[in-house]
Every structure is written in C-alpha cells, then in structure tokens.
C-alpha cells in the first residue's frame, strides 16, 4: 500500500508500473551470440597497449544495454571486447575510448576494485546455466575473481590471472591472459570449436550504472540463464591433471634470556631433545597433490600442511566477546571446490578444522550431479560456542586430543533450475590415550524450487546427535524454509523462518546456537518515476528471534531509499524493537529473572559517487538498546 500510494503522488502508478516489470519479464530473450574467438598468430604481450595484429582479426563486442539502476541506453563513448587463444591463454581485449566523464581506476590491492570502473567477463564454461566464473578487472589491470557454484559460489575464490591495462584521457585499454589451467572446461574432442555462456558488463561508478552484453535483468536469481553464447573456444586438452607440491618450512626460535641475555632455542617440538630433535623442530616438510578425475571432477590430498604463505587473517578487536568472529577461508586446500559443500543448513565452516595434521577432499560435478568429501584429523581443535542448556566439546574435551572430521555433501539437479540435496558430517575427539571425548553425526537435506523465473522456495532440515557417551546422545533438530521474490523493477519479497530445538548442534559449521526460534518477512517496491529521480523503494520488514527461555529480540519497522541521477542514493528508516534478556542465577546458572527494553529506532543515509576521486558516504541512526553487560537499557 505505501508503495502504490507513493507512485500515485509521483506521477507513476504502482499498478503501471508492475505491469510494465511483468512484461519486461515475460517477454522471451533471444540467445544473443558473440563473435568467434580468433586464433593468436603470433605472441600477445599483456601490456594493455592492444597493438598486436591479432587483436584486429577478432571481431569486437560492442552493443551493451544499461540495465542498472534502470534499463536504458548504450554507455557513453565506445566499448569493444575482443577475443583472442593460443595453446596457453585465453586473451581479453578491451578497449574503451571517447568517455566523456573522468576514469577511475586506482592502484588497489586485489579485489578491492569496487569503487573503479570495471568491465566484467562472466563465463559459463560447461553450458549448465549454474556454474562457472565471475572475474572483473579496472583500468589499471587490478583483479576480482569469484567461481560460481551450482547454487552457491565461492567469494573467496583467487585464482591466476595475467592482465595490463592503460588509463587514457578518454577511456582505457586492457590485455587478459586466462590461463586455461585456471579453468575447468569439458573434455576437448580433437579440434572441435566449444561453445561458452558469456556475460559482459561495465561498470561507470560516477553515473552510478551497469551496462551488459546481452541484455540483461537487475538481480536475476539465475544469472548464466542470461548468457549469450560465446562460439570457437579451443581450449587445449588435458594431461592426467596430476599436481604434485613438496615444499619444507624451516622454523627457529629463539629468546634471551632475562638474566644473562643470552639467546637460548625455543624447542618446538616437547616430545624431542638433543641434535636429533634440534633437525626436527626446525624442519617440517608437507606435501601437496591434486589429481583432476574428470574435467570437473578432482581429488585432493595434503600431509602436514603448512598455511604460513596464505594471507594473514584481518585482526579483529575483541570488544564483544557474546560474539564469535568469522573468518574466511584462505587456505588453498579447502578453498578450492568450497562451493561444492555449501548448503542451506551452514553445515561445513571449513576452519572449524584448525591444524590438520592431514587432509583428503574429492569435489566436482559431473552432468547433473555434484560431490563434495572431505575427511581431515586436526591437531589442535577449538573448544565449540555452546549454551547452558546443550553443552557442547569443552575446553577439557579438546586438550591434548585429536579431532577426526568428515563432511560429505551430493546433490543434484531438479525442477528446472533447482536442485535436491544431502549433507553428512561427523567429528569425533580423540585423546592422545585413544580414549573418545566426544562425537557429533548430523544429516542434512535441503531443496530449491524455482515456482517461476523469480520466485525461489527453499527447504532445509538437519538433524544432529551429539554427546561423549556412545549410548546416551543428544538429539535435536533444524528445520526452515525462505520463500524469495529476487527484488529488480517492482516487486521483492523475502519470507523465512527457522526453529532449533534445544538439543541442536552444528559443530563442524560456524555457530552453535540451539532452542530458538528466528523468522523474517519482508516486502519492498522498487518503481521508476518521471524525472531525475531513477528509481524509489519503500519497504516494511518484520524480523525477530525467540529463545525458549523467554529471551527475545523481535523488531518492525519500514524504509524508503531513493537514488537520483544514478550517483546519490538516500535512504530514511525507523521502526521498533522489544528486547528481553534472562538475569541468571550463578547458582542454577538459569535465568530467573527477565530484563525487558522497548527499543526504538531510525536513521538516514546518503552516498555519492563524484567525479574521478570522491567518493561520500554518511549515516546515523538513533536506537535504544540493551546494555547486556550491565543488562540494563541504554
């Protein structure tokens, strides 16, 4: 109602306005082609200058569409892709000249291009319409990759690339080299031509807009559906996939000592002493092995791994420690194929397994099936989050013992563009004596269904049996569902809901929480008025979690964001909240009494992209809170 009310005031009828959403919606798209990737006749030097002949024998791609924030037009000045292979490399030529607006493109660490101009290379490289690769670029060569999953992707996901780009007063110029060992692709049959799904787009921050090639929708649930097609891919055929990676790490520690200063060895290794254990706290040799089944099918194996080359993880101040931190998986082994063990229930957070002493994983996915195992023995297993009423392994439970783990996943395609799926896992804690501390075996399943082109019903229920006695375990359950409306022009709707019974544990996933209920529902209207103002979205939303015990956090509350001219969006919201929180008895260690706060909100926001080097983004928000260290309101 708040919708149609405020399109009446602009001038744009909320019913005209669905109508025309549903029509551009139902209106069939035919498959768009690119041209034919040319053959390299000579060497391609990836310094984003383009002046090898061969970039003239590839025909270029040039009809983009803006389709963000609103469709529209060609951009501005004149945008060619081209498309270049030899034996090694997958080429991508991108020249874009006669700009009328300042480039941006700074010299930034990898991935963090958000904020530059982009041109975006979507390939779907086996033609399923659900998996493949997202890699973007600036106009100085900075890189983003990201690998797509059947129905998750992989954010974390790095993989080589060799790129050159030149900024120009009127534009810029950039050289790709795909390494065709970065990809996985189907088995070559002699010199046959492949064809790929193809997406590109560009990305102009200053006008706040996103053009692509073909024709695309904003917030398309089914994103490769949309690919055009990308004819004469020749990619070079695969040897065994076999990758073998010895490597040694030497460590020495040493400290002074606090009387004489002089420097004494620290020994790594307790259980060792003399010369021969002085060569094995300094020495720790790994292994590595990767062996590709098929061509989108691997197996991985790692001895005594040592992660001490991935990048740091950021450093978190600890000022709320109610909280677990999350951290994003870096380590090669289980980053590659991480997509493949995703599930709607959260089952596997992959660095719930610390220091594993060593490690085996079989991932992929062959025709409408995919597969992810992963069995791994950690030296040094954290204690888990666990609540009074469902304990979880202690901190006595994991001291000095060993952790086994196994996660298997499969799942495979239905209704169209869904899919069905199960998930196992169990993790046992072991003593150094042998002795069993502690088990955990959870079954999952978890369904999605497409009911049209953007409505999504997703399913989930995970049971889990949890204890360190063999004969007296803990069951519980999880069971939710999320009805989806992906939000573009017009209507978005989200509606979940979950419940956790008291006995619940996730102890290979992130967080372990039990005895709770969470649902959510939310509705927003996104219309395109006469005028400089682009698009307007009013929305209410309704979100709450309820604890067994009575405590809760339960909130409603509405917003309306705007963005004007492509570059400034605002955005208002308010509402209110009832927060109650349970005063423990240190003696029962149960709440007996209820602390209970009204909790209202709101705020406004305002962000702008202007000109080649500012970027301005404000906020503030006014809300009454609960203090829960003093569990009082503020």
Not at 497 to 515: C, M, Y
């Amino acid at each position: 109602m708040v919708a149609l009310l405020l399109a009446g005031l602009l001038g744009c009828p909320g019913a005209e306005a669905a109508e025309r959403a549903s029509r551009q919606e139902a209106v069939p798209q035919e498959r768009a082609r690119a041209p034919s990737v040319a053959d390299a006749t000579g060497p391609i030097t990836l310094d984003g200058v383009m002046d090898e002949p061969d970039w003239q024998l590839a025909e270029p791609v040039t009809d983009f569409v803006r389709f963000q924030p609103v469709a529209g037009d060609a951009p501005p000045g004149r945008t060619e892709v081209r498309f270049l292979q030899d034996d090694r490399f997958l080429y991508v030529g991108v020249r874009i000249t006669e700009a009328d607006y300042p480039i941006r493109a700074r010299i930034s660490r990898r991935e963090d291009i958000n904020a530059d101009d982009q041109v975006g290379i979507y390939l779907d490289t086996f033609r399923d319409e659900r998996t493949g690769y997202i890699f973007y670029f600036n106009g100085r060569g900075i890189q983003q990759d990201i690998r797509v999953g059947p129905g998750f992707s992989s954010f974390d996901w790095n993989t080589v690339l060799r790129t050159g780009g030149q900024v120009h007063e009127d534009g810029f110029t950039l050289e790709l080299g795909i390494p065709w060992r970065s990809l996985k692709y189907p088995k070559t049959d002699g010199d046959a031509a492949q064809t790929w799904g193809l997406i590109l787009t560009r990305k102009i921050p200053s006008e706040g807009a996103k053009y692509s090639f073909p024709v695309t929708q904003r917030n398309h649930p089914r994103l490769f559906t949309q690919a055009a097609e990308l004819p004469g891919v020749r990619p070079p055929p695969r040897g065994s996939g076999l990758e073998i990676t010895p490597s040694i790490t030497v460590i020495q520690q040493a400290s002074r000592h606090p009387e004489t200063d002089a420097l004494e060895w620290i020994d790594l290794n307790p259980q060792t002493d003399g010369a021969t254990g002085r060569w094995l706290r300094v020495i720790r040799p790994s292994l590595d092995t990767r062996l590709g089944i098929t061509p989108n099918m691997g197996l991985a194996a790692t001895i005594n791994p040592d992660f001490s080359q991935v990048d740091q993880d950021p450093t978190f101040i600890d000022l709320n420690q109610r909280f677990a931190f999350f951290y994003a998986e870096r380590r090669p082994f289980f980053l590659d194929g991480s997509e493949y063990f995703a599930d709607h229930n959260a089952t596997f957070y992959s660095r719930s397994i610390v220091d594993p002493l060593y490690g085996v994983k079989l991932s992929g996915r062959a025709g409408p099936w995919s597969v992810g195992a992963v069995h791994g023995l950690d030296r040094n297993p954290y204690a888990s989050v666990h609540e009074r009423e469902t304990p979880g392994f202690t901190e006595d439970d994991v001291a000095d013992a060993w952790a086994a783990t196994e996660v298997a996943r499969m799942r495979v395609d239905a209704f169209g563009e869904g899919f069905i799926g199960g998930t196992f896992a169990d993790k046992r804690i072991i003593g150094r004596d042998q002795t069993q501390r502690g088990s955990y075996t959870s079954l999952g399943a978890d369904a999605r269904v497409p009911l049209s082109e953007r409505w999504n019903l997703d399913l989930r229920n995970q049971q889990s049996l949890t204890g360190d006695d063999p004969k007296a375990l803990m069951w519980g359950q999880d069971v939710g569902f999320a009805l989806n409306r992906a939000s573009g022009i017009g209507w978005g709707t989200t509606l979940s809901a979950s419940d956790k019974t008291l006995g619940f544990r996730r102890e290979t996933g992130f967080l372990n929480q039990s005895g709770l209920t969470n649902f959510n529902a939310q509705v927003d209207y996104t219309f395109e008025p006469e005028g400089g103002i682009d698009t307007i979205t009013p929305s209410v939303q309704t979100s709450g979690q309820v604890e067994r015990n009575g405590e809760h956090q339960v909130w409603a509350g509405g917003s309306v964001g705007t963005r004007i001219n492509g570059i400034h969006y605002l955005e208002g919201w308010g509402g209110v909240g009832r927060l109650a929180e349970g005063i423990e008895n240190p003696e029962t260690g149960r709440s007996e009494a209820m602390v209970r706060v009204d909790a209202p909100y709101g705020g406004a926001s305002y962000g702008a992209e202007l000109g080649r080097v500012v970027a301005l983004s404000g906020w503030f928000e006014v809300q009454r809170v609960l203090d829960f260290a003093n569990l009082a309101p503020a």
